[in-house]
């Protein structure tokens, strides 16, 4: 047990976590190691707003390279 591989986690503390790392991963049970844990495939809270799904990303984009065009144009234009 003593010489198992050790979480490569922090505590909230700012200290390494001691507790040792589940086999074959490199977290221990409470920092992610555990079967099941993180999010869900597919997690639909992710895109309540749609803010951040590749298609806005890429409108946002398209548009911020047309206003820096647009900004261009004006100042050639002056």
């Known amino acids: 047990m003593k010489s198992s591989p050790r979480c490569g986690a922090k505590t909230r503390k ?3 976590c001691n507790s040792p790392a589940v086999s074959g991963k ?3 049970r409470m920092h992610g190691g555990a079967e099941g844990s993180g999010a869900p495939k597919g ?3 992710a895109l309540k707003t749609g803010f951040y799904t590749k298609e806005a990303i890429e409108e946002r984009k398209v548009l911020n390279q047309m206003i820096k065009e647009y900004k261009q144009t004006l100042k050639e234009l002056k």
Do not use: E, S
Request: glycine share 12%; net charge positive; charged share 20%.
């Open 14 to 16: 700012g200290i390494a």
């Open 26 to 28: 490199k977290r221990c």
């Open 43 to 45: 997690n639909q809270n």
